[in-house]
């Protein structure tokens, strides 16, 4: 890694508040790199030592795959708190109409079987829909999520 890098490190190790650090590296020098930055990232095909001290190590050397890593975490993470919303509210609604008199406990059993169903549903809208072999990848519409330095990305 160049000076820049380590410079942006040390900042960010020093003062969180100027953001996060992530650090791409393949090799045995980018491992204390790896390891200082706030998400570090090995190439699949470097040295053993990159890859123990990074926190994601991609299967090989395409850096579009970091890119449709994180946009797809995004939509996960959207999917996780779509489904809690949903189940708690649900839930919500069943213990109101209970303490009204008005919930019998087939319509209890159906609430929930039926939430289930949608949650798991909501779920599946994550699997890749393209030919065999070609998954959809989510892209990213924000724009400008990273301004490149030589070899880390600043977010």
């Given at each position: 890694?160049?000076?820049?890098?380590?410079?942006?490190?040390?900042?960010?190790?020093?003062?969180?508040?100027?953001?996060?650090?992530?650090?791409?590296?393949?090799?045995?020098?980018?491992?204390?790199?790896?390891?200082?930055?706030?998400?570090?990232?090995?190439?699949?095909?470097?040295?053993?030592?990159?890859?123990?001290?990074?926190?994601?190590?991609l299967m090989d050397s395409n850096l579009?795959?970091?890119?449709?890593?994180?946009?797809?975490?995004?939509?996960?993470?959207?999917?996780?708190?779509?489904?809690?919303?949903?189940?708690?509210?649900?839930?919500?609604?069943?213990?109101?109409?209970?303490?009204?008199?008005?919930?019998?406990?087939?319509?209890?059993?159906?609430?929930?079987?039926?939430?289930?169903?949608?949650?798991?549903?909501?779920?599946?809208?994550?699997?890749?829909?393209?030919?065999?072999?070609?998954?959809?990848?989510?892209?990213?519409?924000?724009?400008?999520?990273?301004?490149?330095?030589?070899?880390?990305?600043?977010?």
């Amino acid at each position: 890694p160049c000076l820049c890098c380590f410079f942006k490190m040390y900042r960010s190790f020093f003062s969180p508040a100027k953001g996060l650090v992530l650090m791409c590296g393949d090799g045995i020098n980018d491992a204390p790199a790896l390891a200082m930055s706030d998400v570090g990232v090995a190439m699949g095909n470097g040295a053993a030592m990159a890859m123990e001290m990074s926190d994601v190590t991609l299967m090989d050397s395409n850096l579009t795959k970091l890119v449709d890593s994180i946009d797809m975490g995004r939509v996960v993470l959207r999917t996780i708190k779509e489904n809690i919303v949903l189940s708690l509210l649900s839930k919500f609604v069943v213990l109101v109409l209970t303490l009204k008199g008005n919930m019998t406990l087939f319509g209890a059993i159906a609430s929930d079987i039926g939430t289930m169903l949608f949650v798991t549903l909501n779920g599946m809208k994550l699997l890749p829909r393209g030919s065999k072999g070609e998954a959809n990848v989510v892209t990213n519409d924000d724009g400008g999520l990273f301004s490149r330095c030589c070899c880390c990305w600043r977010w």
